[in-house]
């Protein structure tokens, strides 16, 4: 497990078991797992740290409380000699709270933003995921991906005479609305290397966009849909499990679009996720939910394979499209964003 979770990130604090006893807490919280027995010389500081890194630090407080008021469950957290590190938890937990108010409110500002400018828009992953929480304050909020109904050329050119901007790409740029939180703007929610089955993928997203884009909910801006998540996110987690890491938050994230689905909306997921080539990397993503966070089958796209074989075809197009993209960005993408370094 720790080789794919928070690569890269020096999880080992206390060995390979720390992350395990994280593992063990998140599946209280999410009703996926009983009360496990916890060794009452567990390093509840370092397991904090772990989980502020993996984006589960909400859920990791949930399910403590969870435990605690489970009378067949020892928990050290709770004695007396370590009420100070019991104080960070909740500490945390207000911290992450107030946290997500703030990226809600960030949010409706950059909706505002584009709508001004005659642009629908759409926050993706982070707190365009928080309706699906039964507890939104549980989903830990990093930064702000929007997606917006325009071109690059013309998202860029809105956004510099706001504020600045870096790192243009095929799919998003960062921009620098404001000085505590990152925001990067979307023209495409997500892409593929092989651009057969990538010019297939984006004709989706442009499909179902305007569906998207009129989700507005109560907070102020649209949320995408279930049907849109099981796409959109599964392709993300492929991204980052072969060429980044894959943190705990994306397997849970991707636990609440699973719950939150109908059996007619997976199946119709995992067929649309086979045309673009990923049949193999769906069934190795259950494996890893089975595996991780003990998932029941019912919810599954479909049967768990441990197969972690990049698809050919994105291996093929690998660097073909690296290169491209390269002197693309560097050409035409400097040309249009005002500097040459991109």
């Known amino acids: 497990m720790s080789c794919i979770i928070g690569k890269g990130n020096n999880n080992n604090i206390n060995g390979p078991d720390l992350l395990s006893r994280l593992v063990d807490i998140l599946k209280v919280s999410l009703g996926t ?8 010389d567990i390093n509840w500081q370092a397991i904090l740290e772990l989980a502020k890194r993996e984006g589960v630090v909400g859920h990791l407080v ?11 469950a020892e928990i050290s957290l709770y004695l007396p000699e370590n009420r100070d590190i019991k104080k ?7 911290a992450l709270e107030k946290a997500n108010e703030k990226m809600i409110g960030r949010a409706v500002e950059l909706t505002d933003f584009f709508r001004e400018s005659g642009i629908s828009s759409c926050i993706l992953k982070g707190v365009g995921m928080l309706y699906l929480y039964r507890n939104p304050m549980l ?17 860029v050119d809105i956004v510099k005479r706001r504020c600045g901007i870096s790192h243009v790409t095929y799919h998003h740029f960062s921009a620098e609305f404001f000085g505590d939180t990152e925001v990067e703007v979307h023209y495409r ?32 801006f649209a949320s995408p849909d279930i049907e849109f998540y099981l796409v959109f996110s599964a392709v993300h987690i492929y991204k980052h499990l072969y060429e980044r890491n894959v943190r ?15 059996k007619e909306q997976r199946s119709e997921a995992f067929a649309f996720l086979c045309s673009l080539g990923l049949e193999d990397f769906v069934g190795y993503l259950m494996w890893l939910m089975k595996k991780i966070l003990n998932i029941e089958g019912e919810y599954m796209l479909c049967t768990p394979v441990c197969n972690r074989r990049r698809p050919l075809g ?10 491209w993209h390269w002197i ?15």
């Not at 797992?33 to 009452?40: D, Y």
């Not at 989903?139 to 998202?155: C, F, H, L, N």
């Not at 984006?202 to 102020?220: A, L, T």
């Not at 693309?328 to 400097?334: I, L, P």
């Open 33 to 40: 797992g009983g009360a496990v027995p916890l060794p009452p």
């Open 62 to 72: 949930d399910g403590v409380n969870i435990l605690a008021d489970d009378e067949t």
């Open 88 to 94: 960070l938890y909740f500490s945390a937990y207000l």
């Open 139 to 155: 989903r830990q909020v990093g930064d702000i991906d929007i997606w917006v109904d325009t071109t690059m050329e013309s998202a």
């Open 189 to 220: 929610p997500a892409w593929l290397y092989n651009p057969f089955k990538n010019r297939k993928l984006q004709r989706y997203f442009s499909q179902i966009s305007q569906r998207e884009f009129m989700r507005i909910g109560e907070d102020g």
């Open 248 to 262: 705990l938050k994306q397997f849970v994230d991707y636990l609440h679009i699973l719950a939150a689905s109908t």
């Open 314 to 323: 994105e291996m093929i197009w690998l660097y073909p499209w690296k290169i």
């Open 328 to 342: 693309w960005r560097r050409t035409y993408v400097a040309s249009i964003a005002g500097y040459k370094s991109v």
